[in-house]
């Protein structure tokens, strides 16, 4: 039976408080670097991407340029050539524009669920996805909007929490990815893993974080595509 658009919409239920969440304290910490409303919701409309909008209220605090912005949200978002190229092949044999349409709401939490389904066999498909995705971008962006809204009482959002937030949210998604992988590739993902960790701890030293991040997802990529080949 193939799956529908509906079926999508119910995979990312489970997915919804921590885009609610971390929609909240983006759109909170937002406010706090003197952004209207209405630019905050378009950040989460035009963006759309936790990380990038929490990186571009903090930098917007101390001043930076504009260019340096710019790319350092680049960088940052380059993680996601790596989750599309890692999705692509299940698309595959669908028509251009749904390709394109599935990369551009592709998030590190819908990624998170179609890997899942996909390492468990489950046959997805462009109609899915569409679901998934759709549903997780307009909640994104009511919960920005409400986040600046309630941003307006909350002089200082860290004194909630509020900025550890996303990173609570990749740490819930590295678990939900162990317990829920059964097969005997764990072990290699957790090599792969400490082999991240390690990089950009080392990289750290000599270049910018953002450019570690970088190097060391793609040193992740390559060795778990060469450890997966040997097996």
Not at 22 to 38: D, E, M, Q, R, T
Not at 151 to 167: I, K
Not at 202 to 225: K, N, Y
């Amino acid at each position: 039976m193939s799956l529908t658009f509906k079926d999508g919409v119910y995979a990312c239920i489970p997915t919804l408080l921590g885009y609610i969440g971390i929609g909240i304290a983006a759109g909170v910490v937002g406010k706090s670097a003197n952004l209207s409303v209405l630019e905050i919701t378009l950040l989460a409309v035009i963006v759309y991407a936790g990380a990038a909008q929490f990186i571009i209220a903090g930098l917007m605090m101390v001043a930076t340029p504009v260019s340096a912005i710019i790319f350092t949200v680049f960088l940052v978002n380059s993680r996601h050539f790596l989750m599309s190229m890692a999705t692509a092949p299940a698309f595959r044999g669908f028509s251009f524009f749904n390709n394109i349409a599935i990369g551009s709401l592709l998030t590190d939490e819908s990624f998170a669920v179609v890997m899942n389904a996909i390492t468990n066999k489950v046959p997805v498909n462009a109609t899915w996805m569409h679901g998934l995705n759709v549903t997780a971008y307009l909640a994104w962006i009511v919960s920005c909007f409400l986040g600046a809204v309630i941003g307006e009482w909350l002089p200082d959002p860290n004194l909630f929490g509020l900025d550890y937030a996303l990173v609570a949210m990749f740490i819930g998604l590295l678990y939900l990815q162990l317990i829920g992988d059964k097969s005997k590739s764990l072990k290699n993902r957790l090599l792969v893993m400490l082999t991240v960790a390690l990089m950009l701890i080392l990289l750290m030293r000599f270049v910018s974080p953002e450019m570690a991040i970088l190097i060391s997802t793609f040193g992740g990529c390559f060795m778990g595509i060469a450890m997966e080949h040997d097996a």
